[in-house]
């Protein structure tokens, strides 16, 4: 079992930027890949970002166009989630989640995620 706690989620203007983290516990960190996926209301939860275990492989969803950055450290069991350039429209809950399939690559797709964590407000303000 993996437990997730995401964190630095809020209130931002337009333009502004957030980080956010998630601590994972409960397994060796560095054998899973990992993803940040969001959820706005009324809408299907979508991938942002997704990091391989190494940290070497690295995609992100098409929106995202060069304003966020996911990163990871092993050593502190954390994936970070840079956002910069924020837009209303980014307005969402943000989820990570961790992948137990055996890939030294990344995973783009929910179905490809066994473990999520509860979610962290974004809320870009015009």
């Known amino acids: 079992q993996v437990q997730l706690v995401e964190s630095g989620g809020g209130l931002v203007q337009a333009g502004g930027s957030l980080r956010l983290s998630c601590a994972a516990s409960?397994?060796?960190?560095?054998?899973?890949?990992m993803g940040w996926f969001r959820q706005a209301p009324g809408k299907e939860r979508e991938i942002v970002a997704a990091?391989?275990?190494?940290?070497?492989?690295?995609g992100y969803g098409d929106f995202v166009k060069g304003r966020f950055t996911i990163s990871r450290d092993n050593a502190k069991n954390t994936v970070y989630l840079q956002m910069n350039s924020l837009k209303p429209e980014d307005t969402a809950v943000y989820y990570c989640?961790?992948?137990?399939?055996?890939?030294?690559?990344?995973?783009?797709?929910?179905?490809?995620?066994?473990?999520w964590g509860q979610g962290t407000q974004v809320t870009v303000s015009s």
């Open positions: 989640a961790v992948s137990n399939r055996p890939s030294t690559g990344y995973f783009i797709s929910l179905v490809d995620y066994d473990y």
């Open positions: 990091i391989s275990r190494s940290g070497g492989s690295i």
């Open positions: 409960g397994r060796t960190f560095s054998n899973y890949a």
